[in-house]
């Protein structure tokens, strides 16, 4: 033979005292609702003010997570430089282009003289060749009346 148990099933004692208690309160609710229908009007808008605490609530949440993750990220990201430095490092640049610009200019009044100087020697060269083109000419008309003759 078994043995049946003597035990029955234990129910949680807060579900045993809660409910005859919520039976109680929503009665009590419906009277007064009947009886004042201005108080039922007045807990809608309780419960749409609750509504609007939690979403504001919650969206307080949200935002602080937000705020505490930029924090985070920004204490994570490397430090900028100075503005000190930004400014030291604009004017070397600056100084530094000024220097290009003037061996720039250097380099232009260079290659126009020797521009010029390319361009004096070829009309030189041009002059040479035709007075030795008007010799070789004379020579050789000298030489072809010596033949001749």
């Known amino acids: 033979m078994q043995r049946q148990s003597l035990i029955t099933p234990i129910v949680p004692c807060s579900d045993i005292l809660i409910k005859p208690l919520e039976e109680k309160r929503s009665h009590l609710e419906e009277a007064l609702y009947a009886t004042k229908p201005e ?3 007045k807990r809608k808008k309780l419960q749409e003010i609750d509504l609007e605490i939690e979403a504001v ?3 307080a949440k949200k935002r602080e997570e937000e705020r505490s993750k930029l924090l985070a990220d920004l204490e994570n990201q490397p430090k900028l430089a ?4 930004y400014i030291q490092r604009i004017t070397e640049i600056t100084k530094n282009s000024r ?3 003037g061996d720039i200019e250097r380099i232009l009044k260079d290659t126009r003289e ?3 100087e390319s361009n004096s020697i070829q009309e030189r060269l041009h002059r040479t060749y035709a007075v030795v083109d ?3 000419f004379r020579y050789s008309i000298t ?3 010596h ?3």
């Open 57 to 59: 609530l919650s969206e």
């Open 147 to 149: 033949i001749q003759n």
């Open 143 to 145: 030489i072809l009346l």
């Open 82 to 85: 100075s503005r000190r430095s």
């Open 134 to 136: 008007d010799t070789v």
């Open 39 to 41: 108080v039922m009007e």
């Open 114 to 116: 020797l521009q010029l």
């Open 99 to 101: 220097k290009q610009d």
